[in-house]
Nanobody
């Protein structure tokens, strides 16, 4: 079982930046792939980015070039740097950890409570 806690959300104007942090309480954290998902108001949860056990990354098309996911295994931490934010990025952002690298939410058994990101126009 992995416990995850996100932080760093907030209110920002369009074009601004935020850096989200996901801290995990887990032994052998480096064995987990960690993904970021988001849930905009009134919609389902959608994939944003994933970093695998070897620090390889993958992004959803709409955030490619604007968002960067990275990890620091010694700190049990994964980051999501978000630049050039747009109003359509407004959502609750979740980090999720699991044994496989995936873009599908149901393949990640461990989730944080989420952090709200609001981008004003």
């Amino acid at each position: 079982q992995v416990q995850l806690v996100e932080s760093g959300g907030g209110l920002v104007q369009a074009g601004g930046s935020l850096k989200l942090t996901c801290v995990a309480s887990a032994r052998a954290f480096s064995n987990y792939a960690v993904a970021w998902f988001r849930q905009p108001p009134g919609t389902g949860r959608e994939f944003v980015a994933v970093v695998n056990q070897n620090a390889g990354t993958r992004y959803e098309d709409s955030v490619q070039g604007r968002f960067t996911v990275s990890r620091e295994n010694l700190k049990n931490t994964v980051y999501l740097q978000m630049n050039n934010l747009k109003p359509e990025d407004t959502a609750v952002y979740y980090c999720a950890a699991g044994p496989v690298t995936a873009t599908t939410a149901n393949l990640f058994p461990n989730w944080g409570p989420g952090t709200q990101v609001t981008v004003s126009s």
